[in-house]
């Protein structure tokens, strides 16, 4: 909320308002002020989950929710059959290699 203002603003605003208010009356004037943030922020926030369930928010949270857990099992899946391709051949060339080796060694044994 404050992140523009820097220290020395801060206590310069601090100064303006003890000097305007007076420091009598300041303990009054921030608890008066700090209700109506309050009100306030409790206002906002209450119109904010209205609009929310106005919109379907949360069918669009959920949608969102289903296609990023969709688009994981894909990249998924896709690892999958990358890592299956990589060593399919090696497994597949297994058992002909195999097969050709019994054909050399029936054709040589006569």
Not at 14 to 21: G, K, M, R, W
Request: aromatic letters at 4%; hydrophobic letters at 40%; zero cysteines.
């Amino acid at each position: 909320m404050f992140s523009d203002f820097g220290t020395m603003e801060l206590m310069l605003i601090l100064l303006v308002t003890l000097l305007v208010i007076g420091p009598e009356r300041l303990p009054e004037t921030l608890r008066t002020l700090g209700l109506w943030v309050g009100r306030i922020s409790r206002s906002f926030a209450a119109v904010k989950v209205e609009i929310e369930q106005e919109i379907g928010m949360d069918d669009i949270r959920r949608q969102l929710h289903n296609e990023q857990v969709m688009a994981e099992m894909k990249k998924i899946e896709n690892d999958v059959k990358v890592s299956t391709a990589a060593s399919g051949p090696k497994v597949a060339d297994t058992p002909a290699t195999s097969e050709a080796n019994e054909t050399k060694s029936n054709s040589t044994t006569p």
